[in-house]
């Protein structure tokens, strides 16, 4: 099959899915960081949903899409930068609805828990990377056309969390592989590139099923 991953740097499903003989490629505006930049289109991915693909599995960035983010769009608390925050929400929703419409027999849309449910539709499935060998926690939705919803493959625990406390005094357990995320070597960016990256049992999943 010719598949299409879209906004995928990491080329964590791009690279099992070749495992398996398909011919994939990432998308991203960023180069790749997967080691394979002969299967990556680095590009705007608008012009690429116009080609035939046999299948589109795309990881819409979720910055203004998460319900983590909520809080944020208060324009009485927060004035114009909940106003500029609520604008690009607008244009991330309208991102995410390009792989919706996408003239492709199979898709499937990731994303964290946000607005999505209510601007669109609910998932048709959520997993946890736990459900797939990955001893870490990270809700994760799946919007799917033409494709069956994942089976677990090997659960396993959910792996260590540790406390962190939030700007408010709230105390809040993060999964230790959040928080690693946030060495303050990395700057937003990063840490935002470092947290979206597939887990290899999930990306094995949707090779070895969808594939």
């Given amino acids: 099959m010719k598949i299409l991953c ?7 499903v791009t690279k099992e899915f070749r495992a398996k003989g ?23 991915v608008t012009e690429l949903l116009k080609q035939d693909w046999d299948m589109i599995i795309a990881f819409p960035p979720c910055t203004y ?29 309208e991102f995410f609805m390009l792989f919706a419409n996408a003239g492709c027999g ?6 964290p ?7 669109w539709r609910k ?8 459900m797939f060998g990955d001893r870490a926690q990270k809700t994760t939705c799946f919007w799917l ?7 677990p493959t090997n659960i396993v625990d959910r792996g260590d969390f540790v406390e962190n406390k939030r700007k408010d005094g709230r105390v809040e357990k993060r999964p230790v ?16 590139t470092a947290r979206s990256k597939t887990f290899i049992g999930i990306a094995k999943a949707m090779a070895d099923q969808w594939g």
């Fill in 65 to 93: 899409l998460s319900s983590a983010q909520a809080g944020w769009y208060n324009v009485e608390k927060y004035g114009e930068k909940a106003v500029a925050r609520r604008t690009e929400q607008q244009k991330g929703i």
């Fill in 123 to 130: 998932p048709d499935q959520i997993v946890q990377p736990w």
């Fill in 177 to 192: 592989w959040f928080k690693q995320g946030e060495a303050w070597s990395l700057t937003p960016e990063e840490r935002r």
């Fill in 6 to 12: 879209a906004c995928e740097e990491s080329q964590a």
């Fill in 22 to 44: 398909h011919e994939a490629y990432s998308c991203d505006i960023l180069p790749c960081s997967g080691g394979h930049p002969e299967w990556h289109l680095q590009q705007d």
């Fill in 113 to 119: 828990v946000g607005v999505m449910s209510s601007k």
């Fill in 145 to 151: 056309k033409g494709l069956p919803p994942l089976r």
């Fill in 106 to 111: 199979k898709v499937c849309i990731e994303n």
